[in-house]
């Protein structure tokens, strides 16, 4: 039995792959061939059903402005100036027909020629002023223009105008009554002129403004839904308001006579830092989900913080519900350029509802951006909202691209909105079609987790996308691509290669496309981790630059869903597995180190609850190393992390055999090493750590050290010396033997010799230590020391057998022993560990004999001498010793000897002679000298 649950799911919106307006398909619009280039063609535009009119307020002293049919390409006509019809006004000098244009009526327009002269006289001197002048303009040629009526002189006097002179037509706006308001933003700082039908366009109204000290008083104007929701409200800017910091103000109108008075009254200010920024001089209404309408403030030489220069801002005041009328607008965000002179906000147009979410999006340009190229940014409602940048950035080769702004209402077939820009110092104007909006939604339906099933071989599933469709679309032809990919160690995409599944969607205005397909489950899969999978689907032809049948997906679209998809075989979600884990293995209790190499440990983990699907075993060894594991563990430093092969189910047994330990490890003796403890860790889950079952077991070692210490004396103790060898230098040595007879190897092992700081003793420099043929030499000054004093070297490591010999040499100092008997000890003490040694003493015992003999026994001893002498001088002289016979006697009896042998021996007889010579006392001189007088015997063999 297989359960199922679906959870994590993550849905991303993915973000239009490009703009609301399409920029392949762009239109470019131009004056005349010929026409100056500074004539500032694009400087004001107006639309209506697919006719464009432009104005070029430079082109000559009149201005004028051009009509462009967009239904038949570019082909312009233009539209005559009211100045130029009579031929009676001669004073035309740079008068700007066509700075302003606004649409009054259907088919007709408000044309304004701001600086158009009137002659004057100013105490009585003759003279020319500016007296701004609007039109209504008709398409159809056959109707007359009608000119718009100034204010009275006498009104004039009484609002203070400075000699006459003004320039209406700067600013205009046209509400939703055709009333006109045309403002003076230069010359007439605080009045606002207003036509409406009530005197047929004759007579003008006019608003003023109880505020001499403020400049550029209508600088911007547009009316809306802002203090109500019936749309009787304005806004009418002031750039420098009172010290230089613009103000906005929203207010409501009603009639007294020919003025319009102020009857409620709402004030939006810039704050400290825009001061000089030019705050108000755009202003756009723009419907973002609210009964009434947010405000776009432009502020086009804002800087914050000193950083750069006109860089620009925008703020965005959306409708506060406090009920306080002076408080209706709350600051949501200013949006700040971010390029030096760039004068982002210098204009800004309300583009519409472009995807379908009921709000507008809106257009901001950056008209000098990049050294003057300029730049037009498009947000789209939603994420003005919600602090999102841009979404869509245009950019041109002309300059000042962007300087007005026009949107174009109901411009393509599919009722959306079209933009104009116009870039005046390049003498252009750019048309963009607009692209519809498909809100796209992609969605899995997997079994529903309390479904049971039979089939456990596999997972039905069914992808499903939704789309949404633009209210007016024609001939759509974009593909969708969809993306569907899973992950997991065991399972596949059924007939899918690398668990991936692409397929794509024509789009006819079906709203509903599901797939149906398979993951394949198979009985031995680790189903404790999750199946990872995402659905997600792109445009397929969304690098295409044709217009028709193309559409981009909208801000709201959710493109992507990822999420993970459990499969068991347990009532649950998550299975409950009832693991137990029991150990095995020959080691003593009591381990006597050396006593092996190596050794062996095994665990046995037995499941009575439901499948484990991703167990695992953390075995930990404090003392010595693991050195072999299974295949199916991992090795990292002192523990091992194990993992079964297959899922362990229901009644079965996982075998962790064979855990080798190294043993030998342990024959280099370390401190706090007393025991071996090996700890192991069962986990149901192992990527969950916090449920486990915990057990330890430790074996306490025994050390056999082995260390044997032998000392002798040479000589060997005790030593005789005499008076007569207190003259000379007596040497002695002390021998150490160091012997390593255990199992255990020793390292950087210290020895500590003692030794005694006596006038009559002597050491040399340095301590012998001989291994093996290697000797080493332990260097010292006893001179230094002025008492006992001990000696310290390192002797490295001491392996198994291994034999060390130290040797102290010592001398005995002549003249200085003053007693009979002196002891020369050393100890040599061994350090294995803290507080554990090995020590030895060796001690050499001086016994000095100094007896003396008496006077009369070396008399006694004398006289007998003298005695013994004698007698033996007596017994010489009477055997005649002291004697000599004469030589010729003793050559005679030589003589007669040798030839008496030669006459006695037969020839070839061999005969030894032996003489045994007799030396008598006395001796006769003149006898024979062949007599024998030798007793001789001759001996023959």
Request: net charge negative.
């Amino acid at each position: 039995m297989i359960c199922i649950a679906v959870i994590c799911v993550v849905q991303v919106v993915i973000l239009p792959i490009c703009g609301f307006l399409h920029e392949p398909s762009i239109l470019s619009l131009t004056p005349p061939t010929g026409m100056e280039q500074n004539s500032y063609f694009g400087y004001s535009m107006a639309y209506e059903d697919k006719t464009i009119l432009v104005g070029a307020p430079a082109a000559d002293k009149f201005g004028k402005v051009f009509k462009f049919n967009l239904a038949k390409g570019t082909k312009r006509d233009e539209i005559i100036s009211p100045l130029k019809m009579n031929g009676k006004y001669v004073l035309a000098k740079h008068d700007w027909f066509g700075a302003t244009i606004k649409n009054y009526k259907p088919g007709s327009f408000v044309i304004c020629a701001p600086r158009k002269k009137l002659p004057h006289i100013q105490d009585g001197q003759p003279m020319e002023i500016s007296r701004g002048e609007c039109y209504i303009q008709y398409i159809d040629k056959s109707k007359e223009p009608i000119t718009l009526a100034d204010i009275e002189e006498q009104e004039r006097i009484d609002s203070s105008f400075n000699y006459g002179t003004d320039s209406f037509g700067w600013s205009v706006n046209v509400d939703d009554n055709h009333s006109v308001w045309v403002a003076s933003p230069g010359l007439a700082p605080n009045v606002i002129k207003i036509y409406d039908e009530t005197t047929g366009l004759h007579r003008t109204k006019y608003l003023t403004f109880n505020t001499t000290s403020m400049n550029n008083f209508g600088y911007s104007i547009i009316n809306g839904k802002m203090l109500s929701d019936t749309g009787h409200d304005y806004a009418v800017s002031t750039t420098y308001g009172d010290y230089g910091a613009g103000k906005v103000f929203i207010f409501s109108k009603t009639l007294i006579d020919l003025r319009y008075r102020i009857l409620m009254e709402s004030t939006l200010s810039g704050d400290d830092v825009s001061v000089g920024a030019m705050y108000g001089a755009a202003l756009c209404k723009a419907n973002l989900g609210d009964v009434r309408d947010s405000l776009l403030v432009g502020a086009p030489t804002f800087v914050a913080d000193f950083e750069g220069f006109d860089r620009g801002a925008v703020y965005l005041y959306v409708p506060s519900d406090n009920g306080d009328v002076t408080q209706s607008f709350t600051l949501k965000r200013i949006i700040k350029g971010e390029k030096d002179a760039g004068y982002f906000g210098h204009a800004i147009a309300n583009l519409g509802d472009m995807d379908g979410d009921m709000k507008d999006e809106v257009v901001i340009s950056a008209p000098f951006e990049d050294e003057g190229k300029g730049a037009v940014y498009i947000y789209s409602g939603a994420g003005l909202l919600e602090n999102r940048t841009w979404m869509q950035r245009i950019q041109s080769e002309a300059k000042s691209f962007g300087l007005s702004l026009l949107p174009l209402p109901e411009y393509s077939d599919n009722a959306l909105n079209g933009l104009s820009v116009g870039a005046p110092l390049g003498n252009v104007v750019y048309v963009f079609k607009p692209l519809p909006s498909i809100t796209i939604t992609v969605d899995t339906i997997f079994p529903n987790t309390k479904t049971i099933r039979n089939d456990t071989s596999h997972i039905d599933f069914e992808i499903v996308v939704n789309v949404v469709y633009p209210r007016v679309a024609k001939d759509i032809s974009t593909i969708l691509g969809v993306h569907f990919q899973i992950e997991h160690p065991d399972v596949t995409l059924d007939a899918e290669k690398d668990n991936i599944l692409n397929y794509n969607i024509t789009l006819d205005k079906v709203e509903r496309h599901n797939k149906k397909s398979k993951i394949m489950t198979p009985s031995d899969g680790n189903y404790a981790v999750p199946i990872s999978y995402i659905l997600s689907v792109d445009l397929v032809d969304k690098d295409n630059t044709s217009y028709e049948g193309r559409v981009i997906r909208s801000e709201r679209s959710v493109t992507s869903k990822a999420g993970e998809l459990w499969v068991s075989e347990c009532k649950t979600e998550v299975c409950q597995p009832n693991l137990i884990a029991e150990f095995y293995t020959k080691i003593n209790d009591t381990y006597t180190v050396g006593s092996s190499d190596k050794e062996y440990f095994s665990l046995i983990v037995h499941n009575s609850g439901e499948p484990a699907y991703n167990s695992c075993a953390l075995v930990r060894v404090q003392g010595v190393k693991i050195v072999r594991a299974p295949s199916f563990c991992v090795l990292d430093s002192d523990e091992m992390l194990c993992r079964p092969m297959f899922p362990l189910r229901s009644n079965n047994d996982w075998n962790i055999t064979n855990i080798e330990l190294g043993m030998d490890s342990l024959t280099i003796r370390k401190k706090d090493v007393n025991s071996i403890t090996i700890q192991y860790e069962i986990y149901n889950n192992c990527s969950n750590r916090a449920e486990k079952i915990t057990a330890n077991k430790s074996f306490a070692l025994h050390y056999d050290y082995g260390i044997h210490l032998i000392g002798n004396s040479a000589p060997s103790e005790p030593i005789e010396i005499t008076s007569s060898d207190l003259e000379n230098v007596a040497r002695l040595q002390h021998h150490y033997t160091i012997m390593n007879n255990g199992k255990l190897i020793w390292t950087h092992l210290k020895w500590d010799l003692l030794l005694e700081n006596r006038n009559y003793i002597q050491y040399p420099k340095n301590i012998m230590i001989r291994r093996g043929a290697n000797s080493t030499e332990c260097y010292f000054d006893a001179k230094k020391e002025t008492k006992d004093f001990r000696v310290q070297c390192d002797i490295g490591d001491l392996l198994k057998n291994d034999i060390l010999d130290v040797f102290i040499d010592a001398e005995i100092l002549p003249n200085l022993l003053d007693e009979t008997k002196v002891i020369v000890f050393s100890q040599l003490t061994l350090t294995l560990l803290e507080g554990e040694s090995v020590t030895k003493n060796i001690t050499t015992t001086l016994v000095i004999n100094r007896k003396s003999v008496s006077s009369w026994v070396i008399i006694i001893a004398l006289l007998f001498g003298l005695l013994i002498l004698l007698l033996i001088g007596c017994i010489l002289y009477k055997y005649n010793c002291f004697e000599r016979k004469e030589k010729k006697k003793l050559e005679d009896l030589k003589t007669q000897k040798e030839n008496r042998e030669g006459n006695e021996l037969a020839e070839g007889e061999d005969v030894i002679l032996g003489v045994e010579p007799h030396i008598g006392s006395n001796v006769d001189h003149g006898g024979d000298h062949n007599e024998d007088h030798s007793d001789a015997e001759l001996i023959s063999h």
